[in-house]
Every structure is written in structure tokens, then in C-alpha cells.
T-cell receptor
Framework: EAGVAQSPRYKIIEKRQSVAFWCNPI?????LYWYQQILGQGPKLLIQ????????DSQLPKDRFSAERLKGVDSTLKIQPAKLEDSAVYLC????????????FGNGTRLTVT | AQKITQTQPGMFVQEKEAVTLDCTYD???????LFWYKQPSSGEMIFLIY??????QNATEGRYSLNFQKARKSANLVISASQLGDSAMYFC???????????????FGQGTILTVHP
């Protein structure tokens, strides 16, 4: 099966600019996640979708971050305006329904804010 | 709230020897799952092994096994016969079953960098 697709692979922007990331999950996976991974740390969940509804966005900085999952498939994550501390790898993952279902991760987007 | 603690920032092991990576967790949930992921320097997250809270036997997957001690709330990863390709960051993670088909988020620990020496 095809894996989780993410683009772009790398992005460099200046602070206060905006940026968007795209994710296409594995076909049939109902749950989609966006994680932020700062260098040297474990991934932190930003938002979790079940189909096209939000399950958990408690750690999403909603004043600057937004995400949507149209038609329960692809998803975009946007940052506007970006800050220096947003420099990180943004990982998209998907999973089927089930406690024991592991998350399948994409290769991530490495964002550098200068 | 759930919390995962990995107390070993870095570990070293000789090729062909076994190594244990520690993981302790804290949760008030009764039903939960524990996962281990490997993240090589290339950045992808690779799923290794899963243990359910009600599983009576420790999980095994090839050279990976999970030493699950529920009373101690620990879920250590054991890698047998280490290979050079095992050098990577390793993350312990957990998620809880909240009721029906509602699942909590997958929470990760800080990770342990494993270096395998030839």
C-alpha cells in the first residue's frame, strides 16, 4: 500500500510569513494526525481528525495555526504568521480505527523560520 | 492526563549484544496501548511493536520484545543481537481507550538515542 504522503519536504520562510503543509493519508485510514517535532524532542500532537471532524486540537496554537481535512481525506496545516519557535518538523500520520492500530507516519516537512 | 518518561537520553551497545531501552508511563486509564517507534537520522517514524494493557504475554516482533510490567507501569524495549542499522532515536508512546471507540491521543516520550558500535 502507498504510504502517507507529505509536501513540501523542506520549507524556509521568514518570521511573520505564512506557510501551508499538505498531507494525503493511507487510503481507508479514518484518523489523521498532525504532530510537531522540535529537534531533539518527541513529537507533540497538534490536531487529530476522525474522518473530517476534529477529535483533539487542545495543543494547537489557534491564534496562528489552522488545519482542515476536507471530505475526510487530504489535510492541510497552515501557520500564519510564523514565529521563530515554529521551526520544527511537521509530521502527518494516519491510522485505521482501533486502539492497537499503529500510526503510519509520512516523511515530514522540515520548516525553518528565519 | 497521560505521561511517558524515557530517562536514558543516550545508550551505547556493542554490535550483536542485547540492549534495553527504558520507558515508564503514567495514566489513570484502565485500557491503553503502548507503542515503540524507531526514528533513524533520515527522519521517518517506523513502528516497531505494540503491547495492550490487558495482554497477558509480552509482545515480540523479531529481534524486538517488550518487557511489560503493569504494576510498575513500565514498558521497556529489548533489542536482541544489535545491528549497526539499529542506531537511531527510539520513542515510547501510549494511547488510551476512552470509551466505546473513542481513543485518546498518542503521547510520546522524549526519546533515547541508541548508538551501536561495531
Amino acid at each position: 500500500e502507498a504510504g502517507v504522503a507529505q509536501s513540501p519536504r523542506y520549507k524556509i520562510i521568514e518570521k511573520r510569513q505564512s506557510v501551508a503543509f499538505w498531507c494525503n493519508p493511507i487510503s481507508g485510514h479514518a484518523t489523521l494526525y498532525w504532530y510537531q517535532q522540535i529537534l531533539g524532542q518527541g513529537p507533540k500532537l497538534l490536531i487529530q481528525f476522525q474522518n473530517n471532524g476534529v477529535v483533539d486540537d487542545s495543543q494547537l496554537p489557534k491564534d496562528r495555526f489552522s488545519a482542515e481535512r476536507l471530505k475526510g481525506v487530504d489535510s492541510t496545516l497552515k501557520i500564519q504568521p510564523a514565529k521563530l519557535e515554529d521551526s520544527a518538523v511537521y509530521l502527518c500520520a494516519s491510522s485505521p480505527t482501533g486502539l492497537m492500530s499503529p500510526l503510519h507516519f509520512g516523511n515530514g516537512t522540515r520548516l525553518t523560520v528565519t | 492526563a497521560q505521561k511517558i518518561t524515557q530517562t536514558q537520553p543516550g545508550m551505547f551497545v556493542q554490535e550483536k549484544e542485547a540492549v534495553t531501552l527504558d520507558c515508564t508511563y503514567d495514566t489513570s486509564d484502565q485500557s491503553y496501548g503502548l507503542f515503540w517507534y524507531k526514528q533513524p537520522s533520515s527522519g521517518e517514524m517506523i513502528f516497531l511493536i505494540y503491547q495492550g494493557s490487558y495482554d497477558e504475554q509480552n509482545a515480540t516482533e523479531g529481534r524486538y520484545s517488550l518487557n511489560f510490567q503493569k504494576a510498575r507501569k513500565s514498558a521497556n524495549l529489548v533489542i536482541s543481537a544489535s545491528q549497526l542499522g539499529d542506531s537511531a532515536m527510539y520513542f515510547c508512546a501510549m494511547r488510551a481507550l476512552r470509551g466505546g471507540t473513542s481513543y485518546g491521543k498518542l503521547t510520546f516520550g522524549q526519546g533515547t538515542i541508541l548508538t551501536v558500535h561495531p
